[in-house]
């Protein structure tokens, strides 16, 4: 799998000026003023730039993509095997078979059109409306009529409608979806831009982000797929939907069984003239034994195994909208997770509370009161910044007084956020007096304080856990102050507060869990690297290094995969989408099978483009549910464990009932190489519909009981599979072939014989119609068919595990098959039994004697497969 290179994606139809230069050069360059467009030019622009909306091309190549379901080797394979049972005279089974290939197409063409709900999703995040500068007055526009050179009005409460350059004022901007930061981050018109990259820019905006606070003029510089989030989309649609693992083993499968039955088909043609037929007759049997070999229930039991994994993974909290999906996470060997509401929580918690002194102590009566007065948030109401709504937590749990309209009434002056400044103040009664309330960042609040170094060691210990800190100060005054006396030195500090978005309580479990399945945990994320490690560490990631988001775009695809090759857990932190993409697609040049979890919009691509994305279903936004294969109904990061139990246990399924299959075909074919090599001495000891019956009847619901099994003990304790591995494989074949196929063909063909010879036959006896054996010939061919049906039952039984005992998974645990057993012999009984039945099938009714030589024959089809297993378990054992 090449790894993806991260070449810039051209915006709009030109490349345009560059955002980050100075404010009044980027308006020349854009050709507009500080008064913003006429109505005229806009519509100009409008024509040049086009709608500010997102594309999408659902529709487009549709038709290619629904033929290419038509030309998957397997179902090529069903039409072929469809042709055939026309030819052969049986043409309720071609259509039968090609209803079959019909729905699995159609079902598979319609997964394709996910990708493009993506970008429609994307759409969904820019705002109806935007305030503009038009003809020199504030006017509202349509969000889709905006052009580059338009100057909007910004304010809190607003979704910034295009990327844009910050003119006049400031912001608080919550980024998260788009760059994973759990903080909203500042912006202001006046900051020098020393950013390393454009999406930490401190003067510019970005669209689909929302305003928190402050207000704003920003002229437009891109616009439509020309935006970050239009050029996320471009992303997000890039690629297909790449083959999952059981997909391409499935395709692997088909061109084996097609090259068996073909083989066996044509090899007959000649063996059967050398045997006394004609070669019209030798055709009828070469096409009806091509027909016989072709598995037509393979690809609906796969599916319908898919299926069942899909409705188990529903009950327990994720929806598949790909059936493969769960197979492919059952296969997964690297998880990369995003952090902020993936691993944590997604909301802002008080982690620790220092006082003035610098110690670890709880909130002061003093701390609690400044902290509910210094705030604009209803925590009641749960509206307001999120680290408003903590800290009015903190200060509630503490006994202060947090109800706004209390709050509000008393307040005698408000000093706002200024990202300028980094502080916030209120002017509020005391006894006594008035009490300024000032909480900000500790280097801006700390120097007023004149507080002792022990503090800023404190700070540095905060910060270094990953917290974001908050220093929180007051002073007495007589009158209201400016905001100049209000930010002067002679503050006295109150305490500081430091906080974090927690890790779910669910989440260490979880890596855990993965960590026993061999499954390595990443972390990629927007957020900074010292809180992504801490959250890290705390849920049990390794975070053996952190590589912040420069110095992995300094890396070369080829160190990346090298890197990623190796030992230990890595923490991404300030990763762009592309970056994600560059480590999925790494992790799979580097022969891993990768899932990626993520919940903003900065996430699409990757969901998108990973072997399978997992999306938070209550958090997440519309894009990352869109874009991904499975979503995850209660955000918990422990479904994903689940999912991968689940996808296991799916392909071992898968793995179980392709054997139990595999396993019939040894005794369907060996009668009539029998028949053949013996020059037609001996009669063939079964007949083509014989067989017909046993695929389309007897075997057709325990193979789709064997799907339903359920995970083997130790399922999870067990290292990914090697993404090479195949669903056929040595062991399996001579399970299915070597052992149980060739115990049920010398059981069936030997009561073929011992019926013949009980009534006096000798090889080269006249058996057909009209002739004195005929009768008895009908009661041999019947018992070998009844013969194979019972060593089905004992196929059954020992397919539903690989290594372990049948003891230890429960004799009766499987009811589906029990019952799909019960029919198994219920049909055979009308096909032997049933007068009607009887002339279709060419069979007779089998005497006391026959019946009873049936009995065992399940217990020593399964006790060789048995005692096979116990002998890997003892050298299993051996070795260790």
């Known amino acids: 799998m090449p790894v993806l290179h991260h070449a810039p994606v051209v915006a709009g139809p030109e490349a345009g000026p560059d955002p980050r230069e100075p404010a009044d050069r980027l308006l020349r360059d854009l050709r507009a003023t500080r008064e913003g467009l006429t109505t005229a030019e806009a519509q100009r622009r409008a024509l040049r730039y086009g709608p500010n909306v997102l594309e999408h091309r659902i529709g487009r190549g549709l038709p290619r993509a629904l033929a290419r379901q038509f030309t998957h080797p397997l179902a090529l394979l069903l039409v072929a095997a469809a042709v055939l049972a026309w030819v052969s005279g049986t043409p309720e089974l071609a259509w039968a078979i090609l209803v079959v290939v019909v729905l699995n197409a159609v079902f598979a063409f319609v997964q394709e059109t996910q990708a493009g709900r993506a970008v429609e999703a994307l759409g969904r995040y820019l705002p ?165 070999n072709v598995p037509e229930g393979l690809l609906p039991t796969i599916t319908l195994a898919l299926a069942g994994g899909v409705r188990a993974m529903a009950r327990r909290g994720a929806l598949v909208k790909r059936l493969s999906a769960v197979e492919t996470l059952g296969s997964t060997t690297v998880i990369c997770t995003d952090k902020t509401g993936t691993l944590t929580v997604g909301e802002m918690t008080v982690e620790q509370v220092r006082d003035a002194t610098g110690a670890v102590a709880p909130p002061t009566p003093e701390l609690a009161t400044a902290l509910a007065r210094c705030a604009t948030a209803d925590l009641a109401a749960g509206s307001g910044d999120p680290t408003e709504l903590a800290l009015l937590d903190l200060a509630a749990r503490a006994g202060a007084d947090v109800r706004p309209e209390v709050r509000d ?195 699409a691509p990757a969901l998108h483009h990973a072997d399978i994305g997992v999306a938070m279903g209550r958090s997440g936004t519309d894009v990352a549910r869109e874009a991904a294969t499975m979503i995850l109904t209660d955000d918990d990061f422990a479904t994903v464990v689940a999912g991968i139990e689940e996808g296991r246990r799916v392909f071992e399924n898968v793995r179980k009932f392709v054997l139990y299959i595999f396993a019939h075909a040894v005794p369907e074919v060996l009668p009539f190489l029998l028949f053949a090599l013996s020059g037609g001495l001996v009669p063939l000891p079964l007949t083509v519909l014989q067989i017909l019956a046993v695929d389309l009847g007897t075997e057709t619901l325990p193979a789709l009981a064997l799907g339903r099994e359920r995970a083997e003990p130790g399922l999870m304790a067990r290292r990914p599979r090697r993404p090479g591995s195949g669903v056929i494989d040595r062991r399996m074949l001579l399970r299915a072939w070597g052992l149980m196929g060739i115990v049920a063909a010398a059981l069936g063909i030997g009561l073929f014989l011992l019926v013949l010879l009980r009534a006096g036959w000798t090889p080269g006896a006249p058996t057909g119609p009209g002739t004195a054996l005929h009768e008895v010939y009908l009661q041999a061919t019947t018992a070998s068919f009844a013969a194979i049906v019972a060593c089905q039952i004992g196929t ?84 260790r």
């Open 128 to 292: 109806p409306h935007a305030r503009v500068r038009r003809d020199g007055a504030v006017v509202e526009v349509a969000v889709a009529d905006l052009v580059p050179g338009d100057v909007v009005l910004l304010g809190e409460g607003d979704r910034v409608p295009a990327d844009a350059r910050l003119l006049a004022g400031s912001l608080e901007i919550d980024a998260a979806a788009l760059t994973g930061e759990s903080a909203p981050v500042e912006r202001d018109a006046t900051s020098l831009d020393g950013a390393e990259r454009s999406l930490e820019s401190p003067v510019l905006v970005w669209s689909g982000t929302a305003c928190v606070g402050g207000a704003a003029e920003a002229v437009v510089h891109a616009t439509g797929r020309g935006t970050e989030i239009g050029r996320i989309a471009a992303l997000t649609g890039h690629r297909g939907n790449p083959e999952s693992p059981l997909e391409r083993q499935v395709r692997r499968v088909a061109y084996l069984i097609a090259a068996v039955a073909v083989g066996v088909g044509v090899a007959f043609l000649p063996l059967g003239v050398l045997a006394g037929l004609t070669w019209t007759e030798a055709a009828v049997f070469a096409v009806g034994l091509l027909v016989a």
């Open 796 to 879: 059954a039984f020992a397919a539903r595990t690989d290594r372990t005992s049948l003891r230890r998974v429960g004799f009766t645990s499987n009811r589906m098959l029990l019952g799909g057993i019960a029919f198994e012999l219920a049909f055979a009984a009308a096909v032997i039994y049933a007068p009607p039945l009887q002339v279709v099938f060419g069979t007779a009714g089998l005497p006391a004697w026959v019946l009873a030589c049936l009995l065992p024959m399940p217990l020593v089809v399964w006790g060789v497969d048995e005692l096979f297993r116990w002998a890997g378990r003892r050298r299993q054992q051996a070795s």
């Open 409 to 603: 009434a008393e307040r005698r002056a408000l000093y706002a956020f200024d990202p300028r400044r980094r502080t916030m103040a209120t002017l509020d009664p005391v006894p006594g007096g008035l009490r300024v309330h000032l909480k900000g960042a500790p280097e801006v609040v700390l120097p007023l304080c004149g507080v002792d170094p022990a503090v800023d060691a404190a700070v540095d210990a905060m910060t270094g856990r990953g917290l974001r800190v908050l220093a929180v100060a007051a002073r007495e005054v007589d009158s209201v102050p400016t905001r100049a006396e209000v930010e002067s030195p002679g503050l006295r500090l109150l305490g500081l507060v430091g906080l974090l978005d927690p890790p779910r309580a669910e989440v260490p479990a979880a890596v855990a869990a993965c960590h026993s399945a061999g499954i390595r945990v990443h972390v990629v994320t927007g957020d900074n690297g010292r809180t992504a490690a801490e959250i890290a560490r705390r849920v049990g990631i390794g975070a053996d290094r952190v590589l912040e988001g420069a110095e992995l775009d300094a890396l070369s695809d080829a160190a990346l995969t090298a890197l990623l090759a190796g030992p230990g857990e890595i923490v991404f932190s300030r990763a762009a989408p592309e970056a994600k993409l560059r480590i999925a697609d790494a992790v799979r040049a580097g022969g891993g099978v990768v899932a990626m979890t993520g919940d903003g919009v900065n996430d």
